[in-house]
């Protein structure tokens, strides 16, 4: 079982920056992938960024402004997001993917709200 717990989110103004973490209750090197995924109202959940122990992966939308990163000393993944827009509005979880010999189990953080006022 993986816990997940996110911090970081809050109100901002277009163009600010806003700094998010997920700490996990485990090692992290014992996770395949772990990313941020977020969900504006009346909308699906969608893929932010993705981190692997040696690559990264970015939404269309977010790349070159959000960077994900990894403390492997602190079991944390955090998201940068810089120029931030509107259209960013939404709340965003941590997610973590394991993979076993018949399937991969996901793990969800409770989410963090990001507002990005115009």
């Known amino acids: 079982q993986v816990q997940l717990v996110e911090s970081g989110g809050g109100l901002v103004q277009a163009g600010g920056s806003l700094r998010l973490s997920c700490a996990a209750s485990?090692?992290?090197?014992?996770?395949?992938?772990m990313g941020w995924y977020r969900q504006a109202p009346g909308k699906q959940r969608e893929l932010v960024a993705t981190?692997?122990?040696?690559?990264?992966n970015y939404a269309g939308s977010v790349k070159g402004r959000f960077t994900i990163s990894r403390d492997n000393a602190k079991n944390t993944v955090h998201l940068q997001m810089n120029s931030l827009k509107p259209e960013d509005t939404a709340v965003y979880y941590c997610?973590?993917?394991?993979?076993?010999?018949?399937?991969?189990?996901?793990?969800w953080g409770q989410g963090t709200q990001v507002t990005v006022s115009s």
């Open positions: 981190i692997t122990s040696g690559s990264t």
């Open positions: 485990v090692n992290i090197f014992s996770i395949n992938v």
């Open positions: 997610n973590a993917q394991k993979f076993t010999t018949w399937d991969t189990r996901n793990y």
